[in-house]
């Protein structure tokens, strides 16, 4: 194992793209400890005491958004961006060509988004500005304004930053700079656990209990990810001219959680923004409304679980068009044996996508709420493990992993991955 881990390290060609991996996530980590100018940082650390949305939000940008540091918005507008251009890929009719247009329609897709991140993060940038105006030191338009400016090139710059790795690094650079924000985390949430330790809060039984749960959830979320079901496909054999194609055999992978991270972004945006308003109005009965949706309660988190189920067929109805892809076949001469080409096959994949969603939704949901339950059982509170950072941390992991299992399969023919 020990020799073929390291294969890596003889590639130059990969020693580079790790090596210059590595110094982007030390630039972005240098830039999560970079203030921005005209905000007392006091009381900006004091909404991140109990535990609430604001934490929550902290632990996807690395600390930076506590910090209030130009990264505080971390690559969210992008995300969200991404996500609203691939559901209009689906929509609009121009964007759907540009997808089937190859590397080109791809870059004008990829520009659009780039002008929709720096669009969306200046107006996320401006609620930010106006939500936290108490923690501006001489608040007023220039000031808001200055701040806005700021964490929207901050955004741009990270942007930037995840391309420049997508490009010369290893793996997804967006994906990356997530996964570094969240294990940014990770040696913080040990010493909280030592400190609970040493002040008697908790004992070792209950450390290790949490580990052990923290293995299992690492365990299923990776068994989970790698689950497909492979509907086996035949090609007839054909002949044009003096050729003969076809008469081989593959298969469809259809994945368990073919959604990915989507469903949980989406289903606690939509229970976040009543916690969110009711953060920055003082009326009794929307504090009230606003408490049914805090974080963990009975209410929340039976209605996160929905969500995640909802969005979950949702999101993979909308990405994947069962109608092509059995006409695609029936075009190339494939069908899969025992169903007739054209809509009896799109029927059959309906079907088989249907219950293999619902198992999905399934994982999500319980990946999502499984954080409220692991707290009350290990009675370690305030450190954050599960939900959307470990499905991310562990998807970016897998990713990254076969990247560089490609990489060295090119060069030495036999890979460090089982």
Do not use: C
Not at 70 to 91: C, D, E, K, R
Not at 207 to 213: E, N, R
């Amino acid at each position: 194992m020990l020799s073929q881990l390291s294969n890596i390290f003889r590639i130059t060609e990969l020693r580079q793209k790790i090596a210059f991996t590595l110094v982007m996530f030390l630039v972005f980590r240098l830039g999560t400890h970079i203030p921005v100018p005209g905000v007392n940082a006091a009381v900006i650390e004091q909404l991140f005491t109990s535990g609430n949305l604001f934490g929550l939000l902290d632990l996807f940008s690395g600390g930076a958004l506590s910090k209030f540091s130009i990264f505080a918005m971390s690559i969210t507008p992008y995300i969200n961006a991404s996500i609203i251009m691939q559901l209009l890929t689906v929509v609009v009719p121009k964007f759907e060509q540009w997808a089937k247009e190859g590397d080109e329609g791809r870059k004008k897709i990829t520009q659009i988004t780039r002008y929709g991140t720096v669009g969306l993060g200046f107006i996320q940038a401006i609620g930010m500005a106006f939500g936290l105006k108490a923690a501006i030191i001489n608040p007023g338009i220039g000031s808001i304004l200055l701040v806005a400016l700021t964490l929207t090139a901050g955004t741009t710059f990270l942007m930037w930053l995840g391309e420049q790795i997508t490009e010369k690094g290893i793996g997804n650079g967006i994906s990356l700079i997530i996964f570094a924000g969240i294990v940014s985390s990770l040696p913080s949430g040990l010493y909280t656990m030592y400190e609970y330790v040493s002040a008697g809060t908790i004992n070792i039984f209950n450390v290790f209990l949490f580990l052990i749960i923290a293995l299992a959830m690492i365990v299923f979320v990776i068994a989970i990810q790698q689950g497909q079901r492979r509907i086996p496909v035949q090609y007839a054999k054909r002949v044009v001219g003096r050729k003969m194609y076809g008469g081989h055999s593959t298969h469809i992978p259809l994945k368990v959680n073919q959604a990915g991270v989507i469903p949980i972004i989406f289903a606690s945006s939509v229970l976040m923004f009543p916690v969110t308003i009711a953060q920055f109005i003082e009326v009794p009965w929307v504090k009230t409304v606003a408490g049914w949706f805090a974080w963990g309660t009975p209410v929340q988190t039976v209605l996160y679980a929905l969500l995640i189920v909802f969005f979950t067929y949702f999101y993979t109805a909308v990405t994947m068009n069962i109608s092509d892809m059995a006409e695609n076949m029936k075009k190339h001469g494939g069908f899969i044996p025992g169903i007739r080409p054209g809509k009896p096959t799109a029927d059959y994949l309906d079907r088989v996508m249907t219950r293999i969603t619902l198992a999905g939704s399934i994982f999500l949901a319980i990946i999502a709420i499984l954080p409220n339950f692991v707290g009350a059982v290990t009675n370690v509170q305030g450190v954050y493990f599960g939900g959307t950072a470990l499905l991310i941390v562990v998807g970016v992991a897998l990713d990254t992993m076969k990247q560089i299992e490609a990489l060295v399969l090119m060069r030495h023919y036999q890979g460090f991955m089982k």
